[in-house]
C-alpha cells in the first residue's frame, strides 16, 4: 500500500473513534469508517509481474485505453495512447521501459474532467521523459476532475527499471503515453491494461550496420 493510504485511512479511523466518544452517533461513525476503507483500498499498491520479453513497453498506468493514434511531433512521428484511469482503478504509475530519466516538467494547470481531449493541454500535468539509449518513451501524467496532486518521485538522471514505480495521482486521472511512431502495437482503443504487466507495444530498432 502506498503510504498516503495509511495516512487517510488511519487518520479517518481515528476521526471515526474520537465522533464514536463525543456523539456517540452510529451513522456518523460508520460513514467514517466506510471512507477510511475507501481510502485504504484506494491506495493499494498490488505487485505486478514484469515481462522479461525483449524491447517492448509496458502500460504505466491501470485503466482503459481511450485513444490510440499515430501523431506528428518535432522529433518525427509518434504513436500516443491515452490511458484513462477511474477511481476504482490502481492509482500508482510505472515506467514503461528501463531506461535514464532525461526529463522531468511539471506544469500548474486546470482540473478539467480527463476524459476531455482539451485536459492533455490545459489540466496540471507531469511529463517523464525516459531514454535506454536506444529509443525515447515519454508518458505524462495528467490531472482530471478529481484529481488534485501529482505525486512523481524521480528526477533527471535516475535510472530506472522497467515496470519500476514512479509516482500517483490521486482520485482519478490519465496517463498519455508517446511512443516511436513504427512501434508494433498490442493493445487497442478500449482495453484494459495494468501498470507494468499489460504491454503495449513492441519496439523496433534499426538493424546494426
Not at 452510529?26 to 466506510?34: A, D, K, N, S
Not at 491506495?43 to 515481462?51: E, G, L, Q, V
Not at 482503459?64 to 477511481?87: A, M, N
Request: proline share 4%; net charge positive.
Amino acid at each position: 500500500m502506498v503510504k498516503d493510504g495509511y495516512f487517510y485511512g488511519l487518520g479517518l479511523l481515528i476521526t471515526a473513534g474520537a465522533a464514536w466518544y463525543l456523539m456517540h452517533s452510529r451513522g456518523m461513525t460508520g460513514i467514517i469508517v466506510l471512507l477510511a476503507i475507501f481510502f485504504l483500498w484506494f491506495f493499494r499498491d498490488p505487485k505486478r509481474t514484469i515481462s522479461t520479453e525483449e524491447d517492448i513497453a509496458v502500460s504505466p498506468a491501470d485503466g482503459k485505453v481511450t485513444d490510440c493514434e499515430w501523431i506528428q511531433t518535432e522529433h518525427g512521428p509518434r504513436l500516443r495512447l491515452s490511458i484513462f484511469l477511474s477511481v476504482f482503478d490502481v492509482h500508482v504509475n510505472r515506467t514503461p521501459i528501463a531506461g535514464t530519466v532525461t526529463g522531468v516538467d511539471y506544469r500548474k494547470g486546470q482540473f478539467m474532467n480527463a476524459m476531455n481531449p482539451e485536459s492533455v493541454m490545459f489540466n496540471e500535468q507531469t511529463l517523464v521523459v525516459v531514454n535506454d539509449g536506444r529509443v525515447e518513451v515519454a508518458f505524462k501524467l495528467i490531472a482530471g476532475l478529481l484529481a488534485r496532486r501529482i505525486v512523481c518521485h524521480v528526477k533527471p538522471g535516475d535510472v530506472l527499471q522497467r515496470g519500476q514505480r514512479i509516482g500517483l495521482i490521486k482520485f482519478g486521472s490519465r496517463v498519455d503515453v508517446l511512443l516511436p511512431g513504427d512501434a508494433q502495437l498490442r493493445v487497442h482503443k478500449g482495453s484494459r491494461v495494468k501498470g507494468g504487466s499489460t504491454v503495449l507495444a513492441k519496439l523496433t530498432f534499426p538493424a546494426a550496420s
